[in-house]
């Protein structure tokens, strides 16, 4: 119970990586507040954690609006008068190829990058009160460390929130703060097919194997409960020394 007594939140923790992580930080102690656009699958996460023996509440929340996420930790303030760890899990992969609308470029950025921006800055009066164990864990990907073939939008906002990271991490080091990312590869969620069904990368989703075994060293998909992994150290004391890392959830994709 590694995070016992500490308060988290996590965005898009209705399903994928998202809920597995926000299972993961209740099972270490933590109250976990579960934040989705779809208040039903927040609720849905919050049941299985709950069925756990762990703590945790739900709230609809949509990142891309900012008034919403300053609603959000105002009230977790008021209510909890703490707040240790911050998730900014919430993305989308956004449009495919270099043709694309100022509606498609605005909610991927609005999204991907402004969303996790303001939700820390919110969330940052509540995470400077945590007795120096607070921790802000963004997840970005490793379409923000290599460039994503076909998905120029996407590699810019992951990218930008890695850079993001970097600088919040250098910026909050001094007022006890810890600032991370995780950065998956090809996981087994339900984002995935997305991906392979682009006017751009038309692979069907039944040759998804077969790529992933030529791509990934490890020669398999990731699970959302081995990022949750991750994200649940990087918010706990062991990595009370790692601040600016993005790292990769991968199968070795980046190493080759």
């Known amino acids: 119970m590694r ?3 500490r308060v988290a939140v996590v965005t898009a923790g209705g399903s994928g990586m998202g809920q597995a992580s926000a299972r993961r930080l209740a099972a270490d102690g933590a109250t976990v507040v579960v934040a989705d656009i779809n208040k039903e699958s927040a609720r849905e996460t ?22 919403d996420l300053k609603g959000l930790f105002a009230d977790i303030d008021q209510r909890h008068r703490r707040l240790d760890i911050l998730f900014n899990n919430a993305g989308i992969p956004g449009a495919a190829g270099i043709d694309i609308t100022l509606e498609e470029w605005d909610r991927a950025v609005n999204i991907n990058m402004r969303g996790a921006y303001f939700a820390t800055m919110y969330a940052l009066p509540a995470l400077r009160r945590a007795e120096g164990r607070g921790a802000v864990i963004f997840n970005a990907s490793t379409g923000g460390l290599v460039g994503s ?22 910026t909050l080091a001094s007022e006890g703060v810890r600032v991370n990312a995780v950065c998956p590869g090809m996981m087994d969620t339900p984002m995935l097919p ?8 038309p692979a069907v989703e039944e040759k998804i194997p077969g790529y992933v075994k030529r791509q ?11 990022v949750a992994d991750v994200v649940a150290f990087l918010a706990s004391d062991d990595a009370r020394f790692v601040t600016g890392v993005a790292m990769p959830v991968d199968g070795g994709y980046v190493a080759k």
Request: hydrophobic share 40%; aromatic share 4%.
């Open 46 to 67: 919050v049941e299985l954690i709950e069925a756990d023996g762990g703590s945790a509440e739900a709230a609809e929340v949509d990142v891309a609006d900012v008034d």
């Open 194 to 201: 997305r991906f392979f069904s682009r006017e751009e990368n």
């Open 149 to 170: 073939p076909g998905a120029p939008l996407y590699g810019m906002t992951k990218g930008g929130v890695v850079l993001l990271m970097q600088s919040l991490a250098l």
């Open 3 to 5: 995070l016992q007594d």
């Open 216 to 226: 990934v060293p490890m020669g398999r998909l990731g699970q959302p409960d081995e």
